[in-house]
């Protein structure tokens, strides 16, 4: 398992999504978001985008106001999450069209869709996007 | 309507809680509608279920506890629609988490699910499945996941494929099952499945062998050649990121060849093209690229030996180190330390580009840089980096400093060539940056220093030097302070002076000057200030024309507010005023440090007596937390942490005391005339009885064992000082020979030094006759048997009592293999001898000896159970019982609680290690099978008392005994369990 946990945080640190994959109580999560976080935000546009925390590596990309925070294991390749990232946000904005913090948080439950199709259990299920967003649009269109 | 009843919509909640100015605010608007949710979970409202889980769902995010929604998930799972189920599924995955039982509620749905004709439910429950399934669920839905594994839609398979992973890792037995399946889906072409599928197949070869080595016979070329086409295949829009066909993939394959090839040539040989041509094409201008060829170099780092890919490897993360992208160096870096257990050479290579990275910008590759580089030192390169590194922290940054400190100093310590070299490049890590430094690091400095005699002139100067540049660094003025104490002449007089040193004149006030900064420098802690106070009485006889000075400074901490200070204060102030003729002798250079303690104590490795006894010294060093049991030990010690617990003998006090090594009083006193400090030491223990050694402890004990409580210690010392003019014999023994006899040259009377301390020490009003202390007692007596118990007390050591055990015979059989018996609970320590036979003839004794030392002494009693195992014409008899009583101690017959029941087993053997074993308290269930399973790997143990909880079943006790048998190949344990009624007989 790769991904432990997948944050998308706003440049006020305020949390927009969190998806963990694996158990954390309510007061550890929240702890473990706060130090991220904070470490997160303090560096700056040339430091690189890999953080380590406890026994966590944070690989983390900013858009705009948005922070992209993942958690992996020591294993994982770095870069790749990286790219993850990125095909992340590409996938969000070919739906929403440019996304925004706002997107995220009055469609969590969309956002949170579009992550199920492309994580589960910590490993990347699908890499297209067109593959990952059909569900999706299929059930836009039903209701 | 109002906009927090429940009737509020999603989108306004997240409007209301956006709004908020604070985070009060935010907490009342979440309160406000959780208690409008709960009110409509509990009126059972069906049409509102998926928005309140929604609301829920945010909720959560947001970090607020969410568990009465658990159900509703359940309850939307159940529901037909998909809408519902799609809010329910998620709601569950994010809600809750395999632990909870509600999870059990849901095995049955899932299991529905699985088996839907839509097969966008059959996805929606795999993901559900693969992100929270438990063992339990595991072992229920595995047939149905396998069976997926074949579905006609690719999005059903690739779901299948990463729940089977969950799957095999909760339950590793499952995992030959789903080989066969996992091998066949690596022929498919769909990219979501074949990512999928390398996966899972990389799973199941990490939990099972027999899985590594199908896939590695099996599949090894069929992934080569799916690597190889994507490699070489034309522009997919899909999947193309910057111009390469899905580097996702391209990594998870590189991953499982990985696990193919390490270890295997064949399996190696068989991808070391490929490899080749993924390293050298492979575009590096983009991330994608970069992150393709970072896996690379992994799996060539990782496989069996090819010289040519090596090189390869190592110059892509040579290119990677001097990229100019961060990102890039730090998986550089990263590497690296993985390819330092391949090729240590190659790496060294890089050695200045990673030393630069140690003095980056960023903190994380700061960091991985300094790991590096301290996986790279060795013997050979030690002194230039370390030289590099001591100049870089002057420049680096506070919150680096101490990660960078502790490197240094770790290194120094492992690699260091020399002692002059190492007690250099400490006194600048503490000249730089001592207040980063550990306690163990500057204590450790300190051994060194004392164990390098030719070296103590040239530390006493360069430690005197650095504290005229700096006196900001604590630990620095701590080890300067303690060096100035002992070794003050030796900086006065220039002696021992090296070539490589300049010469320093330093005046006796001078020296005091210094310590006396320490102590009036108002940031010194509370060590420091002690520390130097212990100087000062110390330079006070190597100085005497700075006595009168030195007297001043430490009155002036009479009044110190910190009872430590003041007490030391006092008490210094007695011996400088009052006792003259002794002073010199009592203020000696500190013995040579023993390394090997030292060394011992940090690794933890010191039998458990000792650390259980200097556990109540808060590990301060100088004792200014004083532990009841040492406080002569600190009065004088340094380093009070380094010196042996009082367990044996009162001897031990003296030792620490003076710091003598007792060893040298059985030296051939041929050594009397000479006259060399070393010596004197020697000849005044070898002219002390061990009785001496008491008198001045007790006298210098400042009364904190009260006499009423222990008056053993008492009486003791007036028994040796009364009965005995041997101790007198020796007190003058010991002036006439020491120097100050030469000044003084006038016999030590009793008084004064019963006086030493200023009636501190215990009355001698107290006077008590001598003789046993303590009435014997009957602790086990049945028709055949009877035990007795004699006690004792080790003179000056109240806590441990000494037992003498008797075992008669009453019948008139022969009882062999005997045994005894004894559990104790935490406080205590117990040490069982081996008893005098293990044959007790008829009518006939034996006697065992045991010692008790009671971690409370004065607060809890003395308890003990027993257990008594003999064989009388074959048949094996079994007697225990609660210790009656221990006078003169308050009777406690019952410490097991009324819940518990008891078993022990014994292993059969010979009797001399039968003290081998251990009584376990066990409060609950889990740790009862926590035990089991390590007492399985002690293969030492040859009894284990246990208490066993009620909630463990007798006939699980026995399968366990009956397992271990097995397992440890002891084919006699004796396993008796008794219960509560059976104990009270």
Known sequence: ?143 | MNPFSSGTRLRDMIRAIRSCKTAAEERAVVRKECAAIRAAISENDQDYRHRNLAKLMFIHMLGYPTHFGQMECLKLIASSGFPEKRIGYLALMLLLDERQEVLMLVTNSLKQDLNHSNQYIIGLALCALGNICSAEMARDLAPEVERLLQFRDPNIRKKAALCSIRIIKKVPDLAENFINPAASLLREKHHGVLITAVQLCTDLCKVSSEALEYFREKCTEGLVKTLKDMANSSYSPEYDVAGITDPFLHIRLLKLLRILGQGDPDASDCMNDILAQVATKIESNKNAGNAILYECVGTIMSIEDNGGLRVLAINILGRFLSNRDNNIRYVALNMLMKAMTVDAQAVQRHRATILECVKDSDASIRKKALDLVYLLVNESNVKPLTKELIEYLEASDQEFKGVLTDKICSLVEKFSPEKIWYIDQMLKVLSEAGSFVKDEVWHALIVVISNASDLHGYSVRALYRALQTTTEQESLVRVAVWCIGEYGDILVNNVGMLDIEEPITVTESDAVDAVEVAIKRHTSDLTTKAMALIALLKLSSRFPSCSARIKDIILQNKQSFVLELQQRSIEFNCILQKHQNIRAALVERMPVLDEATFSGRRAGSLPTSVSTSTGTAHNIPNGIAKPAAAPVADLLDLSSDDAPAPSSSGGDFLQDLLGVDLSTASAPPSKLGCTNGTDLRNIRVKSTSKRWYNVLLDLLSIGTSPPAQSSSSASDILSSIQDNTASLANLNGLTSLSPLSANGNSPVSPAPVMDLLDGFGPSPQKNEENGPAYPSLVAYESSSLRMSFNFSKQPGNPQTTLIQATFTNLSPNVYNDFLFQAAVPKFLQLHLDPASSNTLPANGSISQSMKVTNSQHGKKSLVMRIRIAYKMNGKEVFGRGASQQFPPFRVRDQFWGKDKRRASFVRHGPTAARSDGIHLHLAARSEFVLIFSSLTMKQDLNWVDLLIPDDVARSELELTFSSLTMMQDLNKVDLLISDDEARSE
């Open chain 1, 1 to 143: 398992m790769g991904i432990r946990f997948i944050l998308m945080v706003n440049k006020q640190g305020q949390t927009r999504l969190a998806q963990y994959y694996e158990w954390l109580t309510l007061e550890e999560r929240r702890a473990l978001e706060g130090e991220i976080v904070r470490k997160c935000l303090a560096r700056n546009e040339q430091q690189c985008s890999f953080v380590e925390h406890r026994n966590y590596k944070i690989v983390y990309r900013r858009y705009a106001s948005l922070f992209f925070l993942v958690g992996v294991d020591n294993e994982e390749n770095e870069l790749a999450i990286l790219e993850f990232i990125h095909l992340l946000v590409e996938t969000m904005d070919r739906h929403f069209g440019n996304v925004c913090e706002l997107d995220i948080m009055f469609h969590l439950e969309k956002a949170h869709f579009m992550l199920e199709e492309m994580v589960m259990n910590g490993s990347v299920v699908e890499t297209s996007k067109a593959n990952i967003l059909s569900p999706i649009q299929l059930m836009e269109k039903a209701s």
